[in-house]
């Protein structure tokens, strides 16, 4: 369980007295649901330009850890009632969208006009299986034309996150399925120092220079991660790939109009 508070005007003397009251009743139910977080690793791997309208970060959860998860608790599926999209101030659209043995199907859920003022978990209408082979990607949009600097991945309101919280259940021991961008298509070495000279050097509003960093990001490789409570340690290690374009793309049906 987490609380957060924001106090962006720094007001004196604001008291909360919300809370939570929780029964425990040794009377189990049949199934245990579980949480699990899919999305970019939040931390400052995540890089968002200043003056842009639509910058996407994407984030991988992928099908070896779902199948991993799913093998290790012995469930051969996992069903998905609820989730939550997540971003700060300057998220403007959010979709989660599933894959299965590599062809998309219908988003997870998706909202084309978010704003953080008004998130919330939402039940699907209708419960959605998960399989061994499935995995997901969820993309960002954000909107940054009112900055003049960096943005970075964080856990502040001011910098930025790109995950989604899925409600399932049974259970599986896989909580976090998530992937950074590593920028080493930028010939920099793994000096970190040196990312950083680079970034504060590009010239954010010439719209060249910043659609170069973008190319960039784009081709280089991904770090995924997939962590869980009682996850065998070799799940720990991260696995890195290359993004690939050959998945096929999600055709909604055409509309019944009655």
Known sequence: METHYDNPTRKVGAIDNSG????????LRPQEAGLLSVGVVVNQYQIIPPFHEAFVSKGYC???CIRDGLTESNHQEIKVFSALQH????????????????????????????????????VLPKERSVYPGDSF?????????????LTFGGLSTHEEMCLTFLYYYPRMRASSCSSQVL???????????????????VDWSNK???????????QSSIVHACTGDGF????N??????????????????????
């Open 62 to 64: 992928s099908e070896n």
């Open 137 to 149: 990607r969820l993309d960002c949009t954000y909107d940054s034309r009112l900055r003049s600097t």
């Open 183 to 201: 920028y080493d298509n930028f010939n920099l070495g793994s000096d970190k120092k040196a990312m950083y000279q680079y970034l504060y050097s």
């Open 232 to 235: 065998k340690l070799a799940h």
């Open 20 to 27: 939570l009251r929780i029964t425990l009743t040794p009377t």
């Open 237 to 258: 290690h991260p696995q890195m790939f290359v993004e690939q374009d050959d998945q096929t793309s999600y055709t909604p049906p055409p509309p019944v109009c009655s």
């Open 87 to 122: 971003s700060h101030l300057l998220g403007a659209a959010m979709t989660t969208r599933h894959f299965r043995n590599g062809t998309e199907i219908e988003p997870l859920i998706t909202d084309p006009n978010y704003d953080f003022d008004f998130q919330e978990n939402r």
């Open 208 to 218: 060249t220079q910043a659609a170069e960093f973008e190319q960039k990001a784009d």
